[in-house]
């Protein structure tokens, strides 16, 4: 089965920029979603198809995908940012989605 | 404004049967693929089946299939997961989500979760 592979932990100083990696075979060739869930909360999307910003998420948030690593990056990062991050692809061969194991966004 | 909302999560005991809804509302229900992802206490988030939109095409998690059961009513814009040998592995917090257009679309709409608990 298709595994995404997270940090499962980074950390970053206010005003910084963050960058959280998901790694899997080729995900170069998948379409990648990236969520943010803060405590007690259920997850939102913050990030799809690759690279793509829902309304209401900040430009702060950027993400790219190529080879074997997707990376989610957060600019200018606010103490509102901490929470768990979460990227998911699709595996076409087995039919099933596929979310890494998370990464929890520390805010120093 | 898309809300979903989940119902019937609770207490079993290992063996025991459970079912699921999600109510939603604020978009054409039978347009969008559904899906349930559950999260275990403290743990990331695990995608446990989907259904497609008016065909009712499914696809389940190895973890689930043969025991857990998704389908859905249009015309009520309802969600269900009949659960059924349940696990103290299936103990989670279990969330509704819509599916964005194709097998590669992004879960844009959550629910709030319902926790299933199962324990002797």
């Known amino acids: 089965s298709y595994v995404l592979t997270q940090p499962p932990s980074v950390s970053v100083a206010p005003g910084k920029t963050a960058t959280i990696t998901c790694g899997g075979n080729?995900?170069?060739?998948?379409?990648v979603h990236w969520y943010q869930q803060k405590p007690g909360q259920a997850p939102v999307l913050v990030i799809y198809y690759d690279s793509d910003r829902p309304s209401g998420i900040p430009e702060r948030f950027s993400a790219s995908n190529s080879g074997n690593t997707a990376t989610l990056t957060i600019s200018r990062v606010e103490a509102g940012d901490e929470a768990d991050y979460y990227c998911?692809?699709?595996?076409?061969?087995?039919?099933?989605?596929?979310f890494g194991g998370g990464t929890k966004l520390t805010v120093l | 404004e898309v809300q979903l909302l989940e119902s019937g999560g609770g207490l079993v005991q290992p063996g025991g049967s459970l079912r699921l809804s999600c109510a939603a509302s604020g978009l054409t229900f039978s347009s969008y693929a559904m899906s349930w992802v559950r999260q275990a206490p403290g743990k990331g988030l695990e995608w446990v089946l989907v259904?497609?939109?008016?065909?009712?095409?499914?696809s389940y998690a190895d973890s689930v299939k043969g025991r857990f059961t998704i389908s859905r009513d249009n015309s009520k814009n309802t969600l269900f997961l009949q659960m059924n040998s349940l696990r103290a592995e299936d103990t989670a917090v279990y969330y509704c989500a819509t599916r964005g257009a194709g097998n590669t679309g992004p879960f844009d709409n959550w629910g709030q979760g319902t926790l299933v608990t199962v324990s002797s």
């Open positions: 998911q692809v699709w595996d076409s061969t087995s039919d099933h989605v596929v």
């Open positions: 080729t995900i170069g060739s998948k379409t």
């Open positions: 259904i497609s939109g008016r065909e009712g095409g499914t």
